[in-house]
Nanobody, 126 residues
Framework: QVELVESGGGLVQPGGSLRLSCAGF??????????MGWYRQAPGKQRELVAS???????NYADAVKGRFAISRDNGQNTVYLQMNNLKPDDTAVYYC??????????????????WGQGTLVTVSS
């Protein structure tokens, strides 16, 4: 009923920049997101948190990306962004967005949402 659609991955040289976007779409229902975030999974490694943001805009970053990445969101558009600057080969991974929230089809009964995007590949290589 509600899905997250990611875009913005690709191939970039070390030191370059990319911006990832993740938007929520739902048909016939009302939904809202509370915490949203970006995770990544490199080959042979576990999925790890990259950055998160609350509905009120409080952010949290993994130490490896502090000062290089910036997470932001547009609550009206149910969208979260990840601006990635000064990319390094170690940033190569599939990036997934995640959202927690709630939905309703009658504005009386609300149910929890816990969604993952389909993943977008970011490759940092010369």
């Amino acid at each position: 009923q509600v899905e997250l659609v990611e875009s913005g991955g690709g191939l970039v040289q070390p030191g370059g920049s990319l911006r990832l976007s993740c938007a929520g779409f739902g048909s016939g229902i009302i939904f809202e997101f509370n915490d949203m975030g970006w995770y990544r999974q490199a080959p042979g490694k576990q999925r790890e948190l990259v950055a998160s943001i609350t509905r009120g805009g409080v952010t949290n970053y993994a130490d490896a990306v502090k000062g290089r990445f910036a997470i932001s969101r547009d609550n009206g558009q149910n969208t979260v962004y990840l601006q990635m600057n000064n990319l390094k080969p170690d940033d190569t991974a599939v990036y997934y967005c995640h959202a927690e929230g709630r939905y309703s089809d009658d504005l009386r009964t609300w149910r929890k949402l816990d969604l993952w995007g389909q993943g977008t590949l970011v490759t940092v290589s010369s």
